[in-house]
């Protein structure tokens, strides 16, 4: 494997303002998240960094750097807690990036993530109001308009030109016959990553291979953008951490749920490592193929 960077998606908080009925941001818990307790946060940020090291001796990898990606629930939900994860990342030197669905970007938001951050994901899976309202991408029944999406869009581009812009859209039963690409093409991200809804914590609104294709195929023209992942290729294949500091994995063969490792910020990185396990060649696979289509 080349030498290339390791990303970490650490689900910091599973609380959000939307309710999507699909949402499979939803861990077993026992306790508070970690993002409450500041010692907690500069334990796991040291043993997030030491994690390229440790992937490459104990699963044969040639990761050289770290990039956190901030997903949730919601990361910009707790703006002091998340605020602290961000300054302790850049103190250890990870890159960062988000997803986010965007709805609480604000003007000083805007301006950490063009300072801070590589890369911003903001999660669209519907220009329709009304389609947005029966997914359940709504705050108490408030929509975010999409002239939003484009306006923060570009406050981040004004700040940070070289930042990295994706959308991410999950194909699920009520938008796969939509066609958003006056919206693309408007907010002309650097990627474009499109799921078929993975149906592990809920089958509500899940859709069939068929049907993902469909969605796919309507926005041929945006090809050069799109990283299209079915269910197959979602699963084993991403180095997740929950709320609570733990490596989990969603394993198709796992029904309704995720398996867990032990914290990391408390037994170390080393260790939970040993319990956690991911499909490197999966992995390579996803990002490998990036590469050659931003190189192409
Ligand atoms: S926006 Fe994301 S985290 Fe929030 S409810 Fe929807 S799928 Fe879940």
Redesign the pocket.
């Known amino acids: 494997m080349n030498n290339q960077e390791l990303t970490i998606n650490w689900h910091i908080a599973e609380a959000?303002?939307?309710?999507?009925r699909?949402?499979?941001?939803k861990w077993e818990k026992s306790g508070r998240e970690l993002l409450h307790f500041s010692d907690g946060i500069a334990a796991m940020i040291t043993e997030i960094a030491k994690l390229p090291v440790l992937f490459n001796q104990q699963k044969g990898t040639s990761f050289d750097s770290v990039r956190l990606n901030l997903v949730?629930?919601?990361p910009l939900l707790y703006k002091a807690q998340t605020m602290q994860i961000i300054r302790a990342a850049r103190e250890q030197g990870l890159a960062l990036s988000m997803v986010t669905?965007g709805s609480l970007l604000d003007d000083e938001w805007c301006e950490v993530i063009a300072r801070d951050f590589k890369g911003i994901g903001i999660?669209i899976d519907s220009v329709s109001g009304q389609t947005n309202l029966d997914i359940?991408?709504h705050a108490k029944n408030q929509l975010m308009p999409s002239e939003q999406v484009v306006r923060r869009i570009q406050a981040i581009r004004a700040g940070n030109p070289n930042i990295g812009i994706k959308i991410n859209t999950?194909v699920n039963q009520l938008n796969y016959r939509e066609n958003m690409a006056d919206f693309i093409a408007e907010v002309a991200p650097d990627k474009w990553k499109i799921f078929k809804m993975l149906p592990m914590i809920t089958e509500d609104l899940s859709i069939d291979d068929t049907q993902f294709q469909q969605f796919l195929d309507r926005h041929q023209e945006f090809h050069h953008l799109i990283c299209s992942e079915n269910n197959n290729e979602m699963v084993d294949s991403y180095v997740m951490i929950d709320p609570l500091g733990r490596f989990f994995r969603n394993s198709l063969q796992v029904c309704g749920g995720y398996r867990y490792s032990q914290p990391i910020y408390q037994v170390g990185a080393e260790r939970a490592l040993t319990e956690m396990y991911v499909d490197t060649e999966k992995y390579r696979q996803r990002y490998i193929t990036i590469k050659q289509r931003k190189a192409a």
């Open positions: 959000c303002n939307y309710v999507c699909y949402c499979f941001a949730g629930g919601e669905n999660s359940g991408r999950v």
